[in-house]
């Protein structure tokens, strides 16, 4: 209903309510954004900003089914935004699996940082083949393939490869769980 009254616009009144909430929290979202940066702009704060979004996770608030597959397309629910904005800086869409221990490496590559920091994760910015993303349920994907272990039969051709690459997954959330449970980078 406050929709309806303060973003009249995005409001179609043949369109389910989800989808309709859908469209008014992201642009809400775009214009925090918009007001955060004029906000910078007008501080003189700008020029010195980098802003890095993304969520953790697609709207699993979703209760329509169909709403949600419609959203989340052929990848899963694993495809949610991500951006970094700084003034000056060349957009580059970047369309390979990442998560969220890879934006380590990416802040420090993107800034030049120290080389010596020994993280999990990939530059995101990086080449395509570093990709790989890891799940506690056994599966995993890369710039290949998204691979769930319970979904049918590989193809001869593609088992020492989802071998290769399961076996990586293993050891990727072995090393995850050495470093979050004994809180590793308080060690450094």
């Given at each position: 209903?406050?929709?309806?009254?303060?973003?009249?616009?995005?409001?179609?009144?043949?369109?389910r309510?989800?989808?309709?909430?859908?469209?008014?929290?992201?642009?809400?979202?775009?214009?925090?954004?918009?007001?955060?940066?004029?906000?910078?702009?007008?501080?003189?704060?700008?020029?010195?900003?980098?802003?890095?979004?993304?969520?953790?996770?697609?709207?699993?608030?979703?209760s329509?089914?169909?709403?949600?597959?419609?959203?989340?397309?052929?990848?899963?629910?694993?495809?949610?935004?991500?951006?970094?904005?700084?003034?000056?800086?060349?957009?580059?869409?970047?369309?390979?699996?990442?998560?969220?221990?890879?934006?380590?490496?990416?802040?420090?590559?993107?800034?030049?940082?120290?080389?010596?920091?020994?993280?999990?994760?990939?530059?995101?910015?990086?080449?395509k083949?570093?990709?790989?993303?890891?799940?506690?349920?056994?599966?995993?994907?890369?710039?290949?393939?998204?691979?769930?272990?319970?979904?049918?039969?590989?193809?001869?051709?593609?088992?020492?490869?989802?071998?290769?690459?399961?076996?990586?997954?293993?050891?990727?959330?072995?090393?995850?769980?050495?470093?979050?449970?004994?809180?590793?980078?308080?060690?450094?």
């Amino acid at each position: 209903d406050l929709a309806k009254e303060y973003r009249p616009d995005l409001i179609d009144e043949e369109e389910r309510l989800e989808k309709n909430n859908a469209l008014v929290l992201a642009a809400d979202t775009d214009a925090f954004f918009r007001i955060l940066l004029e906000r910078l702009e007008e501080d003189g704060l700008l020029d010195d900003t980098v802003i890095i979004a993304y969520t953790d996770h697609f709207a699993y608030g979703i209760s329509d089914e169909t709403l949600l597959a419609e959203c989340k397309g052929d990848t899963l629910s694993y495809c949610v935004p991500a951006f970094i904005y700084g003034k000056g800086i060349k957009a580059k869409k970047v369309d390979k699996p990442m998560m969220t221990i890879d934006w380590a490496p990416t802040i420090i590559n993107l800034f030049d940082l120290s080389k010596e920091a020994r993280y999990l994760g990939h530059d995101a910015l990086g080449p395509k083949e570093d990709a790989f993303v890891f799940f506690e349920t056994g599966a995993w994907m890369d710039s290949a393939m998204h691979y769930i272990p319970s979904e049918g039969e590989l193809a001869p051709d593609m088992e020492i490869y989802v071998q290769k690459q399961t076996q990586k997954m293993k050891e990727s959330l072995k090393i995850n769980d050495i470093v979050i449970l004994g809180d590793y980078y308080k060690q450094k």
